[in-house]
């Protein structure tokens, strides 16, 4: 079984919302830091968001106002909540949990429509 998982992603209207999820196998300890990627078709892997293991958050300007990132530790999930999307917005997004090494999830796609 994967040992992070991404779900969530969808096709929705410019102007609309989505919450992404990252769960996280309980086998994996000593999580330093939860992020948020995303690849454009034809580009690069880019940062989006995230999430200190103490809670501090971060997020790129391109986001910044528009997404949030929170945690329920009883789940042991990751969300990014995704509000006032754009068609710039469309693209692959990836979940990276980073310990003494790397898991990437499984990638989801996010569509926004014009």
């Known amino acids: 079984q994967a040992q992070v998982w991404q779900t969530g992603g969808g096709l929705v209207q410019s102007g609309g919302s989505l919450r992404l999820s990252c769960a996280i196998s309980?086998?994996?300890?000593?999580?330093?830091?939860v992020k948020w990627y995303r690849e454009f078709p034809g580009k690069e892997r880019e940062l989006v968001a995230d999430?200190?293991?103490?809670?501090?958050?971060h997020y790129v300007d391109a986001v910044k106002g528009r997404f949030t990132l929170s945690r329920d530790n009883t789940r042991n999930t990751v969300y990014l909540q995704m509000d006032g999307l754009t068609p710039e917005d469309t693209a692959v997004y990836y979940c990276?949990?980073?310990?003494?090494?790397?898991?990437w999830g499984q990638g989801t796609q996010v569509t926004v429509s014009s």
């Open positions: 990276q949990v980073i310990t003494t090494q790397t898991y």
């Open positions: 999430i200190e293991g103490s809670g501090d958050r």
């Open positions: 309980t086998m994996i300890t000593g999580i330093k830091n």
